[in-house]
Structures are given as structure tokens and as C-alpha cells.
């Protein structure tokens, strides 16, 4: 009896090994799409970067702490990782605002950088081909931000005093339109601005000549919407938009998440929009804010969502539900908890991957014009910057 029973107590352990096995293979995670390129470290926080618009070079904008106190700029190879021209220095004792402050001309021969020196906003033009500077564009002592070069590459747009500015990079002279703008973008062929104000669930629709043409607007009850990234399909025929969602429904923000909204530009429809995280407590995004970019081809989005799984915002979740028993029982606020980059398609929201963390926080992202390359920025501990090339299959 002893030895009949052996034969089938091993076919019944094969059995459920292949069981095992089979579920496992059926229910596997598919191989990530983003393969790690080249990583380096920064001495300084990195303020800005920005690819070529044939993805070979990153420009990377660091602020040296002090007491050095500069503001410099690196080119480096695309995917190497390997700098071409390094520091660059762009200013002293600056003050930089992140909202895009860095930008390649569409012919990749000048790239763009804005910050405030010395009581005054400036906008200074480099070439790429030695890293020299072409040309100063002096502001007044107002903030700037939104640098950007209009897609002819013979002028440089920005963001001064809520208002948008035209400088001709060859004579230098500025004009002022009537876009009163925080953030704005150029659809290819230029027929287009889309523009936004801080506090408005609005983007604004402009045409070259700076006429207002349309308003496009977005809303839910009990919510408060905030834009966070914005850009035209390579086509020129869609504006997609990724918008954070405050729910308030006791006049206060509960949570947060981050939705699609994009429309047609033959008719400005709304084509689509649709959730793209789940809600997040408030507490949890970083002081670094959320960084969103939005590929090329208008397929896939990274943005920045925090780790849930850290043992801090479940001993914090313990605590606040103790505290629905215990009235007098004080909770402090939960720690801001690190983040990652998360891959996710516009169409469906669906999570593609998730990005190994090199740091505690993510401060930026973007994908290269040609779709090939992500390039992420982590911060560490000490403020210092980490830069993490992914290469998309």
C-alpha cells in the first residue's frame, strides 16, 4: 500500500505544479515597454529639462546651491548619458520658475532659457552647436515663465506679467499680445494657441493673430479642476489636456486625481475624458507638485502618482481610523510620501508600468518629439537632482 500510494501522491504533486505554474504564466505581468538607458547623478536641483527635436540631446537646467549660487546648464547624448557641453553658466544668485523654463528652437540650433537674476527676468538664447550665448532678452523685474519658440523657430514666446510676449530671435524685438496666459502651447502649424490662468477650469483658444476664437470648459459637480499639462497631436487635429481634479464636496478638497480631457480642433468638440489615477489624499503629493507629460503621438501619459505601499501612510491610515472612536485623539499629518513615474494609456486610463525610483521624489518628465525616450528626474534627500533615461519599445 505504501509503495502504490507514492506513484500517485508524485503525479498529483506534478498536477499541481502545473496548476500552479499555469495560473502563474496566465496571470503574469507583460514585460514593461520601458527599458532604463543611462542614469547620472547632479550636484544641485534640477529646475528644467528639455529634449532636441530629434531627441538626441537633453538639456538639463540645475540650480547650484549655495555658496556657489549659479544656475547652470548641461547638454548631454542621447541615450548615452554622456555630456557634450557641461555647466554652462547661465546666471547668478537666480530665481527660476518651473513652469517650463527651457526650450529647443524646431530646428535644434538655439535652446531658450528664462529666470530671474538680479532683480530682472531674462530669457537667454544659446547655441547648441557650442553652447555659447547668442542672445540676452532683458524683462522688467515681473515673473516669467512658459518659455517656448513658436514653431517657425523665427520667434521666442513666453509668459511675462500673465501676459504672453513674441521676441524675433534674430533683431530681439518684443511685442505684447492680449494673452493673458499662464500656460499656453502651439499646435504644429501654428493656426492655434491654447491657452490658461491659474484658479480657471478654462483653455482659452487664440488664433495666430492672438483673436479669442473659443473657450473650452471643463466641470463636475462638487470639483475643482486644475490644468497640469497641455499639448496638440502631432497632426495638429486634437488638444489633449491632463487636468487635476479637486472633489470638495463639503467645500473643502478631499482628494485628488488626474483626468483626460481632449477635443477635436475641426469643431473644438469634446472627443474625450475620462479618469486617469484613482483619488489620492492630499496630503500625499510632494511639495515638488505632480509632474505630467504627454507623448508625441498623444498615446500614452507618465505622470507622477505617490507610493501607497509605504509603511508611513499606513500606519497614518491606522491612526485616522482609531481616531474616528477616540474623538480627542490628535493625528498629525500624514509625511509627504515619495513617488514614481506611472505609464498609462490616454485611451483607457489603463496603468501601463511603473518606473523604478531612483530617488524620493519625481520633479520631471518628458518624452522626446520622436517618442522613443522618457527622460525622468528624481530628487534626493538632499535636494540634489538624479536623471534617468528610458528607451520606449
Not at 79 to 104: A, C, L, M
Not at 241 to 246: A, F, I, N, P, T
Amino acid at each position: 500500500m505504501k509503495s502504490a500510494a507514492t506513484p500517485n501522491r508524485v503525479v498529483a504533486i506534478i498536477v499541481i505544479t502545473f496548476i500552479v505554474f499555469g495560473a502563474w504564466w496566465i496571470s503574469r505581468p507583460a514585460p514593461s515597454p520601458f527599458t532604463l538607458q543611462a542614469r547620472w547623478d547632479l550636484q544641485g536641483s534640477v529646475h528644467g529639462v528639455a529634449f532636441s527635436p530629434k531627441g538626441d540631446l537633453l538639456s538639463v537646467l540645475v540650480h547650484i546651491a549655495p555658496p556657489v549660487d549659479r544656475l547652470v546648464m548641461t547638454f548631454w547624448q542621447v541615450p548615452e548619458g554622456k555630456p557634450v557641453y557641461q555647466n554652462i553658466v547661465v546666471g547668478h544668485k537666480p530665481k527660476v520658475f518651473y513652469w517650463r523654463p527651457i526650450s529647443f528652437s524646431p530646428d535644434g540650433q538655439f535652446c531658450a532659457v528664462g529666470y530671474h537674476e538680479q532683480g530682472l527676468s531674462k530669457v537667454v538664447v544659446f547655441s547648441v552647436a557650442n553652447g555659447h550665448r547668442v542672445r540676452t532678452i532683458a524683462m522688467g523685474k515681473g515673473d516669467l515663465a512658459s518659455v517656448t519658440f513658436a514653431p517657425d523657430g523665427k520667434k521666442l514666446a513666453f509668459i511675462y506679467d500673465d501676459r504672453v510676449w513674441f521676441v524675433d530671435v534674430a533683431s530681439g524685438q518684443k511685442t505684447k499680445t492680449n494673452i493673458v496666459s499662464w500656460f499656453f502651447v502651439f499646435s504644429p502649424d501654428a493656426q492655434f494657441i491654447a491657452s490658461n490662468v491659474p484658479a480657471s477650469e478654462t483653455v482659452d483658444i487664440y488664433d495666430a493673430g492672438g483673436r479669442h476664437i473659443r473657450q473650452l470648459r471643463v466641470n463636475r459637480p462638487s470639483s475643482i479642476f486644475s490644468l497640469y499639462a497641455a499639448t496638440f497631436s502631432k497632426d495638429g487635429q486634437r488638444l489633449l489636456c491632463v487636468w487635476r481634479e479637486g472633489w470638495m464636496p463639503s467645500g473643502r478638497v478631499e482628494k485628488f486625481r488626474k483626468w483626460i480631457f481632449i477635443w477635436r480642433t475641426k469643431d473644438w468638440m469634446l472627443e474625450q475624458s475620462l479618469p486617469l489615477t484613482p483619488y489620492y489624499h492630499p496630503y500625499v503629493v510632494p511639495a515638488t507638485g505632480s509632474p505630467v507629460d504627454i507623448s508625441s503621438e498623444g498615446a500614452i501619459v507618465a505622470l507622477a502618482e505617490p507610493r501607497l505601499s509605504d509603511l508611513k501612510w499606513a500606519l497614518w491610515q491606522g491612526e485616522q481610523f482609531i481616531s474616528r472612536f477616540i474623538k480627542f485623539l490628535k493625528i498629525p499629518e500624514p509625511p509627504i510620501l515619495p513617488n514614481q513615474v506611472s505609464i498609462r494609456q490616454i485611451a483607457n486610463g489603463q496603468l501601463i508600468t511603473k518606473l523604478q525610483r531612483f530617488g524620493i521624489y519625481v520633479t520631471h518628465c518628458a518624452f522626446s518629439p520622436d517618442g522613443h525616450h522618457l527622460a525622468v528626474v528624481y530628487e534626493d534627500k538632499h535636494g540634489n537632482g538624479k536623471v534617468a533615461i528610458w528607451r520606449i519599445r
